[in-house]
C-alpha cells in the first residue's frame, strides 16, 4: 500500500520499466518525483531483485523532452500547442477522409507497447480495425517474428512460446545472447552466479565476443559472427549419430523424427564445425554433454535472431531441447501461459491473412517487418500507405535504414506520433500526442513468460500528471467516438455497472456486456474502449483503463481452471476470473496467475493430438542451402560490425536525458587491439564507420575479447537531447532495409559489413 514514511515522503511499489522483466521497485516519493528507488521484496517473481539501470528512472520520468501538451505542425515546420479537442477532431477527419478515399489498407499503425507499457496497446489496437487495416508493424517482427513461425508449425498456433527454466536446469546453453547485460531471465545476474558456483551445473556460452556472460561460463565456443545455424546444426547431428536423442520422448509426443534423422544424419559435421571456426573437441563435448544432461535447457536471444538465418536459428534451438526431450520438465524448456495476448496468430497458408502490397510480405503472429515498411510507402504506387499512427516507438531510430525511413515519412500525408517525449520520429510527425508516463497511469505488459508458475502485475499510478497530457485508453477512445466507430455513451450498461451489489461481483455487467456484442457484433473489436466508459467509470482509484481485464481475466480462468485454482482464487470455472480480476486490482505488487504441473505443458501445445511437428519441410530446404552457402566477400567491407550490442548503460530509446549514464557516454565501438593498432588508434580516439547505406564517428574502446575483424556499436544512442548534435551512434544510418533475412524479413542488424577510417 502507499504509505507515508516522513512528511512529504510517500513510498509505493511499481515496475521498472527498462526491459522485458518488469523487476517489481519500492519507492519513495517526494515533490511528485521519484527520491528512492529499490527493488521490491513482495513482487513475486523479482523479489527485491533489480539491475542499475532501474535506480536512474527519474530521468525517464522528469526529463527536458518530456511533451506537455498536443502540438500541430506549422505550414513553416515548426510545432504549435493546440487543444485535446482540436488535435482529436482533425485527426478523426483526417483518418476518415484516407479511409474512405483509399481504404484501410492506406493506413498503417506502428508500434503500440514498449518494454513496459502494453496496456494502451488494448486501446491502440483499435484504431487498427476502425481503419479497417491489419497493417500491424512493430519491433517484435524485427526481432522474433522468425522464431513465432516456427513455434507455429512445431507447437500448432503462432501464440505456443516457449520459456527456459534456467533457475533449474543443471546445463544451459545460452546462444547469441548476453543475460548479464540484457537480462531475459529471471534475475539474472543472480541466476549466473548461482550457476557458476555450483560445480554440478554447466553453463556454455555461443557467443563471438568474450561478453560478461561468457566470462562467467564453464564453457565458450567463440563461433564466427552468423555461424549458429552450421554450429547448432552439427550439434544435432552428433547427437543423432551418437544415439544419444530421446527416443521415448520422441515416440511418445512427436511426429516426424525418421525424417528428421535422415536429413541430419546428412550433415558434414566437421565441414558445419570448421565453419562456425570452433574447436571440434569442444563441440562434440557439449553435444553430448547436453543430450546426457537429466535437466537441459537452451536460451537464444538476438545474437540468433538479429543475424544470418534467423528462422532456421529458431528451428534449430527448438530440436536441440527436444530430441533430446528437454522439453515439458523441470529445468527444460516449456510454453508457458499468457493473460494478455500480445501476439496473435496468421499462419501464412491461410489466405485470410492479407500481404502488403508492395512486397506481398505475410504477416507473422500478427505483426508486419518493419524492414518493409518504407517500400510499403515509398513505392507501392496508388496501394500505397499514406497514414501512419507510431505509438511508443522512435522508429526512425530503432528500426533499420534511419535515411529510407525519413523519406518515406516525410512523404505521408497523415503522421501521428503518441509518445512521452519529442522524439526524432515526433520532430517529422503532423500531430504529436502526450501521452501520461508510465508511471502517471495504470499499466502493465504482457511480458510474463514464465512457467510452471505465472504472473501479472499491474501497477497503479505513481505521480500526478503535469501538463496536458493523456493517457492511451481517453486518446484512443476520444477518436474513436469522433470517428463515430462507437457511440459516446452506453448509458445502460454503465447504470447496471453502477448498481451491482458486491454479492454479484461483476456477474450483471458481464451478462449484459455479452448481450450488448451479442447484438451488435460491429462493438466486439472496440470492447476495450466501452468497458472504459462503463464498467472504468466504477473502478476505484481512477481504474478506468483496467476494466478490459476483467474479460480477460475470466477466459483465462476457464481456460486454465485448475491452474488458476492452485494459485488460490476461488471460484468454478466461470467465477473464478472474477476473482482473479480483484487481486489483480488490489495486489500492488503483482501476482501469480496460474500455477501448473510440468505435465499440464501438453495441454499447452495447440495441435488437437498434442503432439509436437519435428518436421517442417521449409526448415529442410534452408538446411539444404546452407550447405552451398558462399562465404562473405570482404574485399571492400572487411570488418562485420554488431549493430546494437546491450551494455550497463542503455535501454532502447526509453530514457532520452544521457545524464542517466554513469559510464560509456560516446556510446564506444569496441575493437580488438590488433585491429585498433592498424589504425592507429587508442582509447578515446576517433574513426569513421562505414557502411554501404551510411556512415557515423564513433569513439574507439579496446576490447581483447572481441573477435578480430569484428566490432561492436551499443544499441540506444543517438539521440538528440533537447535538440543537440546526436548523442553516440545514429546505428540505423548504417543498416539498409533490405540487408534482412528473406523469409521473415527480420534484419541482420549483428552482421553488418562495415570499413573503418580514421578521422583526420
Ligand atoms: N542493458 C540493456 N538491456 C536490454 C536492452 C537494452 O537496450 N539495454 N534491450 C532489451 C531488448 S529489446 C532485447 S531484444 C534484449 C536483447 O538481449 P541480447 O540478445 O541478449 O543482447 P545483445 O547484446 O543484443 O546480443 C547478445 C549477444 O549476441 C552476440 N552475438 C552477436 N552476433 C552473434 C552471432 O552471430 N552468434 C551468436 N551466438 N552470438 C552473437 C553478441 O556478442 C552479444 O553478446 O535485451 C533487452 N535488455
Ligand atoms: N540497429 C539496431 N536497431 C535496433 C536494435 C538493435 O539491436 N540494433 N534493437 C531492436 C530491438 S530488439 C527493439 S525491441 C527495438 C525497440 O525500439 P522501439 O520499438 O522504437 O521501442 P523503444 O526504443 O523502447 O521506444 C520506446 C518509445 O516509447 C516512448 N514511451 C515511453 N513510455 C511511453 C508511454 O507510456 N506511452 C507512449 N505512448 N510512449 C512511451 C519512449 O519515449 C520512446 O520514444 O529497437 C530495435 N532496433
Ligand atoms: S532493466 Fe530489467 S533487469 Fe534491470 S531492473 Fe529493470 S526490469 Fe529488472
Ligand atoms: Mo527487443
Known amino acids: 500500500m502507499t504509505q507515508v514514511t516522513q512528511p512529504g515522503v510517500r513510498s509505493d511499489v511499481t515496475a521498472c520499466i527498462l526491459c522485458s522483466r518488469n523487476c517489481g521497485l519500492a519507492v519513495e516519493i517526494q515533490d511528485n518525483q521519484f527520491k528512492k528507488i529499490k527493488g521490491d521484496d ?20 522528469n526529463h527536458a523532452d518530456r511533451l506537455r501538451h498536443p502540438l500541430k505542425r506549422q505550414s ?32 498503417a499503425s506502428v508500434g503500440g507497447g514498449g518494454q513496459g507499457n502494453h496496456l494502451g496497446g488494448a486501446y491502440s489496437r483499435q484504431l487498427l480495425l476502425a481503419m479497417k487495416s491489419f497493417y500491424s508493424y512493430n519491433a517484435l517482427a524485427q526481432e522474433k517474428t522468425g522464431d513465432f513461425w516456427v513455434n507455429g508449425r512445431v507447437f500448432g498456433n503462432q501464440q505456443c512460446h516457449t520459456t527456459e527454466d534456467v533457475e533449474h536446469a543443471d546445463y544451459i ?35 563471438p565476443r568474450v561478453s560478461e556472460t561468457a566470462k562467467q561460463a564453464d564453457i565458450h ?54 565453419r562456425a571456426g570452433v574447436d571440434s573437441e569442444l563441440v562434440y563435448q557439449v553435444a553430448r554433454d547436453f543430450a546426457r544432461a537429466k535437466h537441459g535447457c537452451v536460451r537464444i536471444d538476438l545474437g540468433l535472431q538479429h543475424s544470418l538465418h534467423t528462422t532456421l536459428n529458431g528451428y534449430l534451438e527448438k530440436l536441440l ?8 520438465k523441470q529445468g527444460g524448456n516449456n510454453l508457458h501461459t499468457a493473460l494478455i495476448p500480445i501476439i496473435s496468430d496468421t499462419d501464412e497458408r491461410n489466405p485470410k491473412y492479407r500481404r502488403s502490397m508492395y512486397h506481398h510480405m505475410f504477416p507473422i503472429s500478427g505483426f508486419f517487418p518493419p524492414n518493409i515498411l518504407p517500400d510499403e510507402i515509398l513505392k507501392a504506387g496508388d496501394k500505397r500507405i499514406r497514414a501512419v499512427f507510431v505509438d511508443s516507438s522512435n522508429p526512425l531510430m530503432t528500426y533499420a535504414d534511419t535515411p529510407a ?12 506520433v503518441v509518445d512521452v517525449a519529442m522524439t526524432e520520429t515526433a520532430q517529422l510527425a ?6 501520461h508516463s508510465q508511471f502517471e497511469k495504470w499499466e502493465f505488459t504482457g511480458f510474463n513468460l514464465e512457467f510452471p508458475k505465472n504472473g501479472f502485475h499491474l501497477r497503479h499510478p505513481l505521480f500526478t500528471p503535469t501538463g496536458n497530457t493523456l493517457p492511451e485508453a481517453e486518446i484512443y477512445t476520444r477518436l474513436l467516438e469522433e470517428m463515430k466507430v462507437i457511440p459516446k455513451q452506453f448509458s445502460l450498461l454503465k447504470k447496471i455497472a453502477e448498481n451491482e451489489s458486491p454479492k454479484t461481483k461483476r456477474l450483471g455487467y458481464m451478462a449484459a456486456l455479452g448481450a450488448l456484442l451479442a447484438k451488435n457484433s460491429q462493438f466486439i473489436p472496440y470492447a476495450a474502449s466501452i468497458t472504459y466508459r462503463t464498467l472504468g467509470e466504477t473502478l476505484p482509484n481512477n481504474a478506468a483503463s483496467t476494466a478490459f481485464l476483467l474479460p480477460l481475466a475470466i477466459k483465462f480462468a476457464v481456460e486454465n481452471t485448475k491452474a488458476v485454482q492452485r494459485a488460490g482464487y476461488q471460484g468454478n470455472k466461470l467465477t473464478l476470473g472474477f476473482d482473479l480480476f480483484e487481486h489483480i486490482l488490489n495486489d500492488r505488487s503483482g501476482v501469480v496467475i496460474s500455477e501448473h504441473h510440468y505435465e499440464d505443458v501438453w495441454s499447452l501445445v495447440a495441435y488437437k493430438d498434442r503432439k509436437i511437428r519435428l518436421a517442417i519441410p521449409e526448415m529442410f530446404v534452408a538446411l539444404a542451402e546452407l ?46 587491439p590488433e585491429d585498433a593498432a592498424r589504425f592507429e588508434v587508442i582509447n578515446g580516439d576517433k574513426l569513421r564507420c562505414i557502411s554501404r547505406n551510411g556512415q557515423v564517428e564513433v569513439v574507439v574502446e579496446l576490447d581483447a575479447g572481441m573477435q578480430k575483424g569484428v566490432v561492436s556499436l551499443p544499441h540506444g544512442y543517438g539521440m538528440r537531447y533537447q535538440g543537440s548534435e546526436p548523442i553516440g551512434p545514429r546505428l540505423n544510418m548504417l543498416t539498409s532495409s533490405d540487408h534482412c533475412e528473406p523469409f521473415s524479413k527480420t534484419p541482420y542488424q549483428k552482421y553488418v559489413p562495415v570499413k573503418l577510417e580514421k578521422v583526420a
Request: charged share 20%; aromatic share 12%.
Open 42 to 61: 513482495q513482487q513475486p517473481f523479482s523479489q527485491g531483485y533489480i539491475c542499475q539501470k532501474a535506480a536512474r528512472l527519474e530521468h525517464y520520468q
Open 76 to 107: 513553416d515546420g515548426s510545432f504549435a500547442e493546440i487543444s485535446w479537442d482540436q488535435a482529436i477532431k482533425e485527426i478523426a477527419a483526417k483518418l476518415l477522409h484516407i479511409r474512405d478515399s483509399y481504404g484501410g489498407t492506406a493506413f
Open 173 to 207: 546453453l545460452f546462444i547469441g545472447t548476453n543475460p548479464f547485460q540484457a537480462h531475459g531471465i529471471p534475475n539474472a545476474r543472480d541466476t549466473l552466479k548461482h550457476i557458476k558456483k555450483d560445480p554440478n551445473r554447466t553453463m556454455v556460452v555461443f557467443d
Open 221 to 274: 565456443l567463440q563461433l564466427k559472427p552468423g555461424t549458429d545455424a552450421f554450429l547448432m546444426s552439427a550439434m544435432i547431428s552428433i547427437i543423432i549419430r551418437e544415439n544419444l536423442h530421446d527416443q521415448q520422448f520422441i515416440d511418445q509426443h512427436t511426429y516426424g523424427f525418421e525424417q528428421l534423422k535422415q536429413v541430419f544424419l546428412a550433415v558434414p559435421v566437421e565441414d558445419c564445425i570448421h
Open 321 to 328: 531441447y527436444l530430441v533430446t526431450g528437454n522439453f515439458g
Open 405 to 416: 525511413y525519413t523519406k518515406a515519412f516525410e512523404s505521408l500525408d497523415l503522421l501521428v
Open 430 to 435: 503532423d500531430y504529436v500526442l502526450p501521452a
Open 627 to 672: 550447405k552451398q552457402e558462399p562465404t562473405l566477400d570482404q574485399t571492400e567491407y572487411p570488418f562485420i560490425l554488431f549493430a546494437g550490442e546491450r551494455r550497463s548503460y542503455n535501454a532502447n530509446q526509453i530514457y532520452r536525458d544521457p545524464a542517466w549514464r554513469k559510464v560509456d557516454p560516446h556510446g564506444s565501438l569496441r575493437i580488438h
